[in-house]
């Protein structure tokens, strides 16, 4: 099946630095990716829809200017935390849609933790 | 707007019981459901799907069915695994052909015991 990749898997970073983590699928081509963040024992929120070629959508009450979404290429978008916070420590998941005929299905990476001390 | 109401975990259970996790879920339109899988230390891994009223998903033994006159989609396997622990998530769709948006439950964490 599809491979999503993230990396890296986990980052500890001093509060004021900015963080980037990457999502690339890695045996197909992704039009739309999603970045999601998941706290401990909760669901799944999504942040933002990236769109290669053109800005990413970013869902009520996530700062935009915070959670920079790149999405430059077909297989790779990148997700930059800049000036992390202790409350940006969390788990970001990324996702990549793939449309295959009547198929439509979203494949996950494995996950980035951020610790910021 | 959308929304997935999941069973609250942890789930135990000795293996080869019967399991159980029910999800029902709020939304406008018909949109297609979708049952999760993460394991420890792993991404998200679809389980299976049902796309419209009345569809079973199936996948690995586990089962559910799309019954819209109760908006429920209730996770089931008639005989569980050690190797089916993980957590397990719910999550609802845009309706018909657009999936640009996932809505997830909670997850339910579900421990088989030998």
């Known amino acids: 099946g599809a491979v999503v990749s993230q990396h890296p898997s986990r980052v500890i970073c001093k509060s004021g630095t900015s963080v980037k983590i990457e999502c690339r699928s890695l045996?197909?081509?992704?039009?739309?990716m999603f970045w999601y963040r998941q706290f401990p024992k909760q669901s799944l929120m999504l942040m933002a829809t990236?769109?290669?070629?053109?800005?990413?959508?970013?869902e009520q009450g996530v700062e935009k200017d915070k959670f920079l979404i790149n999405h430059a290429s077909l297989t790779l978008s990148t997700l930059t935390v800049t000036s992390a916070h202790p409350e940006d420590s969390s788990f970001y998941i990324c996702?990549?849609?793939?449309?295959?005929?009547?198929?439509?299905?979203?494949?996950f990476g494995p996950g980035t933790r951020l610790t910021v001390l | 707007g959308n929304s997935v109401t999941q069973m609250e975990g942890p789930v135990t259970l000795s293996e080869e019981a019967f399991l159980t996790i029910n999800c029902t879920y709020t939304?406008?339109?018909?949109?297609?459901l979708f049952w999760y899988v993460q394991y420890p230390g792993e991404g998200l891994q679809l389980l299976l799907k049902?796309?419209?009223?009345?569809d079973k998903g199936s996948n690995k033994g586990f089962e559910a069915t799309y019954r819209k006159e109760t908006t429920s989609f209730h996770l089931e396997k008639g005989s569980v695994q050690v190797s089916d622990s993980a957590v397990y998530f719910c999550?609802?769709?845009?309706?018909?052909?657009?999936?640009?948006?996932?809505?997830f439950g909670t997850g339910t964490r579900l421990t088989i015991i030998p």
């Open positions: 939304a406008t339109g018909y949109p297609s």
């Open positions: 990236s769109n290669e070629g053109s800005k990413a959508t970013y």
């Open positions: 996702s990549a849609r793939v449309l295959a005929g009547v198929t439509d299905t979203q494949y």
């Open positions: 999550a609802l769709g845009g309706s018909n052909f657009g999936n640009e948006k996932l809505t």
């Open positions: 045996d197909f081509q992704a039009t739309t």
């Open positions: 049902a796309t419209k009223a009345d």
